[in-house]
Each structure stands twice: as structure tokens, then as C-alpha cells.
């Protein structure tokens, strides 16, 4: 029974002058991307380095500070204990799931929650999932605003084709409490078809091949009328270029050992050694060979690598993607010829084994002239627009897992199949099995499984008042409403009495609206709390460099200075000393700006000695050495 379903172009969102813009984000397991389009062009925003990559990494300071990307990784190497890295792996899990994978962790769980969603315990903090991606997303937006001076408050945002609802609802809880509205959650494997333009080519199957940083995903794509259904998904979730890089490194320890050097490496020079690796794998992308150093326990020792020997030593992993490809090709009942192109996505598809892997296994040179590591935040973007200004093709995405209805005896029953186009709408009628009931609880599950305790489940609620009548009599529809982003309303009616009740359907591992407004609000004071600590500490920190730059100018010219002068100085700088102790940030910088009053006179004539010196033949850079400590005031 079909309720309605939305035909793609039919709902676009009116333009709206007064909002910010609208990005796509790839927030991947090792790095996110944002990107924005304009005209038909999609670009990725870089910071002022040039990176377009923000490396998927928090670090959460003793301090209160968090910091993202880069130098959260940096931390790594000192503390350890608060950077969280692959969060994405968590998303929607609880703690009972986690618990099944057997517990490897290289995080301390809280084992207060049960069933509900997961936290971390991170150097005092209980943090879920949802806030650590909230902690990246906000770098994101921070960086797309600092680079676009423009308020950026919408994005697409894309997700893994096998997420299910509860992952889904907790990447677009967390992109709220980072300030961002989710216009669309989008599959990976179809904001990369779209970056490429197939949802205008021929219509048929495509597929994309994902080898990232840890993980490895193989998608299946059907497009008719421009409208991609994802038809399979498979992969692996522990294999990705991280692998590439520990093979590299256990190579390069067993020439050490060879070398005579035996040695146990703690888990800082293990850091290091990865890094070496992943140099070394890097540079073999476009190298023949090359050599790179190690440096543990005061040993260095230098390796040679080249692209032949690389190859030969992740072989049997690429051939394992090829195996999982095929293997989703036949359950898909898809011939290898009938696949129209592939696309590459993800960093470790640089390596040209893997390129020339997947040619070979598809028959066809894949598509890769967009940078596959931006490739799926661009088709984000893409989308973004079509969304915001309307006039690009709307897509239909599909729903990645059957949503069902707990009947009798345990069992499911499918109201919405898989891969069905979204947004949709679909009912089904039930009926009372005793004399007299006038309650029905409606349990909702998703999964492609029989039974209940196989299948997960969403949520519950109950229809009550039913007015009693005999088993058979009383017609329940139950209405499943999946929208655009793949979230689930279910609602319950009697039809003979018009008796209603309905839910949103939030997962138990998703976040309440208490929990949610809780979370933004802490997040709102401690950035206000964050801020005030921040210009503390700077104004603590310049205080101290003038004070410095006192003592040095005095000792070094201290004739230059009148005895009077001296005496001002020297107690505004006895004062200036015990308000950096404290906690006044006015107090720190007037006096500041006091001693730096006071200073001047003798700066200046330092500065004139110095300009009389330079015209008796010095170099430059000594006088710019011996100014630089000064603050010169403006003329
Ligand atoms: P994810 O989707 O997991 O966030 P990415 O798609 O960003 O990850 O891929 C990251 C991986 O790509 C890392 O293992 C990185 O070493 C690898 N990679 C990046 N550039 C290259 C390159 N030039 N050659 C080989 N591997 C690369
Ligand atoms: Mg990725």
C-alpha cells in the first residue's frame, strides 16, 4: 500500500538571501572535507596552509581545551590518553554493541549506560560519540567560515551507505550541536557518482570503490531517471591504507633486527616508525624507490624501499578488495561487464597497484581525475546547492535497511523494504488478536531478518483507547514515513474510531531532545568560559614577553637608562609581575601598556644607538637582533 511518494524536483527549498551558505561534508573515519559549490563548479574549502583534509582527530586537553585536526594529532606523541581518532566507528553504537565487537577498544568505556548510547571516558570527561564528531564538525565550519568570511549554517553531510538509522541520527545530532542544520544525509558512494556527473550519464549499474584510511567499502549504484539506488554494499571495516603502512614498518624493524639491533619500542617510536611508513608509502605513489630514516632508542638507520618491493607486500591485501568485489557482484546477481564505470574514492586509491587492480577486475580504466580523497565532500556540495537554489536535479536516496513491525510471535514483518526511494510513505493494517483489547504496542525494527531479536530495534510506543470489540474487528494502519534524510516517523491509527498515536522514531542509542538541549548549552557556556580562559592566558603570555624584554634591554644597555627611569620601570614591572599571578585581564594589560609607557624614552634611545652603530659599519641583522625584544611604540 503506497501512500505517496515525492518525485525528485517536486519539493525544491525556496531560495533564502538572508541564510548562510550551504556546504557538503565528507566526515570521514581519518579525514573530513568540506566543500562549497558555485555556478556548477564545487570546490574544497582549504585552510591557509593549503590542506583541504582536516584529519578526523580530537584532543581533549587536562585544560578544557579541545583541538582538531593536525594538532590534535601532534598530541599524540605527549598525551596519548586524550586524543580520541576513528570515532566514526562508535556513531549509533551503545555500549551493548561495542561490548559484542569483544571489547579491543583503545578506549575506556562508562559502563553506566547500558543500552543507551556510548561514552568515553576521556581524561575526566564522559563524552558520546555524537559530541566528539560535534568537536570536528565545528572545525569544519570554523574553517569554511574563516576561509569564505560568510556564516556557513547548512550542509550535507554524507554518510556510509551501510549506516543504519541510529549511526545516521547520531552524525545529524551532531552536526545541530555544532551549529549546523543537516539539509540532506547523503550515501558516500552517490555524492562521489554525483561529483562525476553519472546521475547524467546512461542509466545503469556503477560502482565505487572506497579504500581509505581504515576501512574499505565496495558500493554498488543503480541509476534510473537519475535517481541512484544503492543496490549492494560490502567491505571491510578493518582494511585500509593504515594496513599498507604496518607492513612497511614491520619491514623496516626486521632490517633492524638483521642489523644487530634488537630492541623494544614503546608506543611514541611506534608512532614514529608509522609515520616513517607512511611516508614511504606515500612517496611510492608517484617514486620508483626511495629511502627513509628511523630514528629509535638512539639508533638510526636508513631503508630503502621501492615500488616493486611495496607492491609485493600488500598483494594479498589488494586482492582481498578484488574478493570482496566480486563477492558483492555475485550477490547482487551482477555481471562484472554490466557495470557501466567505477569510481575511486578514497586517499589509498593513489597507489597505482590499487588502480591497476580494480582496471583489471572491472575491464574498465575506473574514473579518477577528481582528487579521490575530496571527491565525496564535492558531490556533497553539489548537492548542497541543488538544494539551497533549487533548479539542480533533486536526488532520491534510498533507505539502506528494511524498516518492520513486531508481529505476533516474534516476528517481522516489513512495512518499508530496503533500497526503497526516499522520502516515502507506506502503511499496512492490523488487527486486535483478543476480545475486548484496547491497547496495541508498536514495535518498530530494522533489519533484514526474520525475527525480532535479530533485527534492531527503533523504538516502541502504544495506541490505546481502542474501543473494545471482538478479535478481528478493530483496523490498525500503521504509517511509516521515512524523509528525506532517512529518518522514520511511525504512526498508528484505528480506523473505525479514529483513535491515534504516533513517534518520531529516534533509535535508543540516538539523544533525547533533554540530552540535546543539555549538550548545547554546555556547549554555549564553556565556549564563553573557553574564550575568557584563552585571552587570559594570551594576556598572561605578552605580560610575561615584555617583562623579559626589559630585563634583557637593561642588561644590556642599562646606562642607557636614567636612574629615575629605572626606578619607574622597575616598579611597574613589580606590579605587572603580581597581576599575572592573578586572574584580572583588564589589570594585566593596562599595566602592560604602563610599563611599556614608562619604557620608552630608554627604548628609544637604544633604538637611536643602535641606527648610529649600523652607520658605523654593522650588519643589518645584528640590529635587528638586538631591537627585535623591544616593543617599538608607532611613531
Ligand atoms: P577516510 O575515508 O578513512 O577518512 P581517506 O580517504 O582520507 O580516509 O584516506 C586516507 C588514507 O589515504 C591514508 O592511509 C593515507 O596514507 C592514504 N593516502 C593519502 N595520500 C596517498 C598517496 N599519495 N599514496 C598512497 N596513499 C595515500
Ligand atoms: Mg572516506
Redesign the pocket.
Known amino acids: 500500500m503506497l501512500l505517496q511518494i515525492h518525485e525528485p524536483g517536486q519539493t525544491p527549498a525556496p531560495h533564502d538571501q538572508d541564510r548562510g551558505l550551504a556546504v557538503g561534508i565528507?566526515l570521514?573515519?581519518?579525514?573530513?572535507v568540506v566543500a562549497l559549490a558555485i555556478g556548477d563548479r564545487a570546490e574544497v574549502i582549504r585552510d591557509e596552509k593549503g590542506d583541504g583534509?582536516l584529519p578526523?582527530v580530537v584532543a581533549y586537553g587536562a585544560d578544557g581545551s579541545v583541538l582538531v585536526g593536525e594538532k590534535a594529532s601532534e598530541q599524540l606523541l605527549d598525551h596519548p590518553e586524550g586524543v580520541v581518532s576513528s570515532i566514526k566507528r562508535l556513531m549509533g553504537r551503545s555500549a551493548a554493541d561495542l561490548k559484542q565487537l569483544g571489547g579491543a577498544l583503545p578506549y575506556d568505556l562508562d559502563e553506566t549506560t547500558g543500552i543507551g548510547m556510548v561514552r568515553l571516558k576521556i581524561r575526566g570527561r564522559r563524552l558520546t560519540p555524537v559530541e566528539i564528531s560535534a568537536d570536528i564538525l565545528r572545525a569544519i565550519k570554523a574553517r569554511a567560515e574563516a576561509r569564505l568570511g560568510q556564516d556557513v549554517d547548512r550542509a550535507v553531510v554524507t554518510v556510509p551507505a551501510y549506516f543504519d538509522d541510529a549511526a545516521r541520527n547520531a552524525t545529524k545530532d551532531a552536526a545541530r550541536l555544532a551549529g549546523l542544520e543537516v539539509l540532506r544525509l547523503v550515501n558516500e558512494p552517490t555524492a562521489a557518482a554525483l561529483a562525476y556527473g553519472l546521475d547524467h550519464e546512461a542509466e545503469g549499474v556503477y560502482a565505487v570503490y572506497?579504500?581509505?584510511?581504515?576501512?574499505f567499502d565496495i558500493s554498488l549504484l543503480r541509476l534510473e531517471k537519475g535517481v541512484f539506488q544503492v543496490l549492494a554494499t560490502g567491505g571491510d571495516a578493518a582494511l585500509?591504507?593504515?594496513d599498507?603502512?604496518h607492513l612497511i614498518a614491520e619491514r623496516f624493524l626486521a632490517e633492524r633486527k638483521k642489523a644487530g639491533i634488537a630492541e623494544a619500542i614503546d608506543s611514541s617510536e611506534a608512532k614514529n616508525l608509522l609515520v616513517a611508513a607512511?611516508q614511504a608509502?606515500?612517496a611510492?605513489?608517484?617514486a620508483d624507490q626511495g629511502s627513509w630514516e628511523i630514528a629509535i632508542g638512539g639508533k638510526t638507520t636508513r631503508h630503502a624501499l621501492n615500488r616493486a618491493e611495496f607492491e609485493t607486500l600488500i598483494a594479498p591485501l589488494v586482492k582481498r578488495t578484488a574478493n570482496l568485489v566480486r563477492g558483492v557482484l555475485e550477490d547482487a546477481g551482477i555481471e562484472v561487464a554490466a557495470v557501466k564505470g567505477v569510481v575511486l574514492?578514497?586517499?589509498?586509491t593513489?597507489?597505482p597497484l590499487v588502480r591497476h587492480s580494480v582496471a583489471d577486475l572491472f575491464g574498465l580504466e575506473p574514473l579518477a581525475d577528481i582528487d579521490?580523497?575530496e571527491v565525496v565532500a564535492l558531490g556533497a556540495a553539489l548537492q548542497a546547492q541543488a538544494l539551497t537554489q533549487g533548479g539542480g536535479a533533486l536526488l532520491l536516496d534510498v533507505t539502506p535497511l528494511s524498516l518492520g513491525i513486531e508481529t505476533m510471535g516474534g516476528i517481522v514483518e516489513k512495512v518499508i523494504p530496503r533500497n526503497t526511494p526516499i522520502p516515502v510513505g507506506m502503511a499496512q493494517d492490523f488487527t486486535t488478536y483478543q476480545d475486548g483489547q484496547t491497547g496495541m504496542l508498536i514495535h518498530v525494527l530494522q533489519g533484514e531478518r526474520e525475527t525480532v531479536d535479530q533485527c534492531r530495534s527503533l523504538g516502541r510506543f502504544e495506541l490505546r483507547g481502542i474501543p473494545p470489540m471482538t478479535a478481528g474487528a478493530a483496523r490498525i494502519r500503521v504509517t511509516y514515513a521515512v524523509d528525506a534524510d532517512g529518518l522514520l516517523t511511525v504512526a498508528a491509527e484505528e480506523k473505525t474510531t479514529g483513535v491515534k498515536a504516533h513517534i518520531e522514531v529516534k533509535p535508543s542509542y540516538g539523544l533525547s531532545e533533554d540530552d540535546m538541549a543539555r549538550m548545547l548549552r554546555d556547549s554555549l557556556e564553556n565556549a564563553r568560559e573557553d574564550m575568557e580562559r584563552r585571552l587570559l592566558i594570551e594576556a598572561r603570555v605578552e605580560a610575561q614577553r615584555v617583562l623579559l624584554a626589559l630585563d634583557a634591554a637593561l642588561a644590556a644597555d642599562g646606562a642607557l637608562a636614567r636612574p629615575e627611569e629605572r626606578q619607574t620601570m622597575e616598579k611597574a614591572a613589580q606590579r605587572l609581575k603580581a597581576a599575572i599571578a592573578g586572574e584580572d585581564r583588564d589589570l594585566i594589560n593596562g599595566l602592560v601598556e604602563e610599563l611599556e609607557k614608562a619604557g620608552k624614552p630608554f627604548a628609544q634611545r637604544r633604538i637611536d644607538r643602535a641606527i648610529n652603530s649600523a652607520l658605523a659599519g654593522h650588519r643589518l641583522d645584528e640590529i635587528e637582533a638586538d631591537v627585535a625584544p623591544e616593543r617599538v611604540p608607532p611613531a
Request: without cysteine; hydrophobic residues 20%.
Open positions: 565528507d570521514g573515519t581519518t579525514n573530513s583534509l578526523s572506497d579504500l581509505g584510511g581504515g576501512t585500509g591504507g593504515d599498507f603502512d607512511r608509502k606515500e611510492l605513489t608517484d574514492v578514497g586517499g589509498s593513489r597507489v579521490p580523497d
